[in-house]
């Protein structure tokens, strides 16, 4: 499957924007999706991943209360509402996809197949 992010872009400490993940496949449905994010000089981070029921979600400690994955099964979409967005948040957001089974934890970047290329958030404080 592949992968096209969008939606990144500068914004000021404290507003919002929305990533956008869009797929190339029918059967996207059937996949588990993840953002993850990567800045200079540090590892890659995970920030939210929805199952493929969208049912569950989940999200990284730095972003809770502040991020909200959903999807699109119709559109074959998933997104990150990104609000209250600090300095820290700036960094190159990644989109995944994954067909592990339902009781594999989805924070981690290795149960992760297909990655999409990145798109730069930037806050500026």
């Known amino acids: 499957v592949q992968l096209q992010a969008s939606g990144g872009g500068l914004v000021q400490a404290g507003g919002s924007l929305r990533l956008s993940c869009a797929a190339s496949e029918r059967t996207f449905s059937r996949y588990s999706m993840g953002w993850f994010r990567q800045a200079p000089g540090k590892e890659r981070e995970f920030v939210a991943a929805i199952r493929r029921s969208s049912e569950t979600t989940y999200y990284g400690d730095s972003v809770k209360g502040r991020f909200n994955i959903f999807r699109d099964n119709a559109k074959n979409t998933v997104n990150l509402q990104m609000n209250n967005l600090k300095s820290e948040d700036s960094a190159v957001y990644s989109c995944?996809?994954?067909?592990?089974?339902?009781?594999?934890?989805?924070?981690?970047?290795?149960?992760?197949?297909?990655w999409g290329q990145g798109t730069q958030v930037t806050v500026s404080s």
């Open positions: 995944a996809a994954s067909i592990a089974i339902l009781s594999t934890p989805l924070t981690s970047e290795d149960v992760y197949r297909y």
